[in-house]
């Protein structure tokens, strides 16, 4: 696969979250495509002085009851799922301190809104 010049000066991947997680560790299978494609493009773009953050998306949803987690019975955000599994990959696993959870958002409206005001306007990433 061919990636274009400019992926090597991004500063951050925004990655949606997507529905109730199936476990700590896995997001539901078509967020785990988005996953496999984002830990590709930072395994190709390693050559990078610095790689670019992935700032992963959403606590949840507010039409669908959360997963609970059974050892303390909060409830396990979307967006931690989608981390784990980023960090746990297979092929491509992302260095944990390059990724984020963004762990406020409960619609696709509030994850532009959060991941702005809670990362990109904090760390001063334009690039996204």
Known sequence: ??????LQSIDAIL??????????TEPPV????RCDVVAQIMDKITTHDQ?????CLSAG?????????????????????????????TQ?????????AET???DTISNAFFARTTMTDITGWRRI
């Open 1 to 6: 696969t061919s990636y274009k010049p400019w």
């Open 15 to 24: 990655l949606l979250g997507g529905g109730v997680p199936l476990s700590p």
């Open 30 to 33: 078509y967020v785990q495509r």
């Open 51 to 55: 790689l670019p953050s992935v700032v």
């Open 61 to 89: 949803t507010a039409h669908v009851p959360q997963y609970i987690t059974p050892h303390n019975g909060l409830p396990l955000w979307e967006s931690t799922a989608s981390a784990a599994y980023l960090m746990r990959h």
């Open 92 to 100: 491509y696993p992302v260095p944990e301190n390059q990724v984020f």
């Open 104 to 106: 406020t958002s409960f």
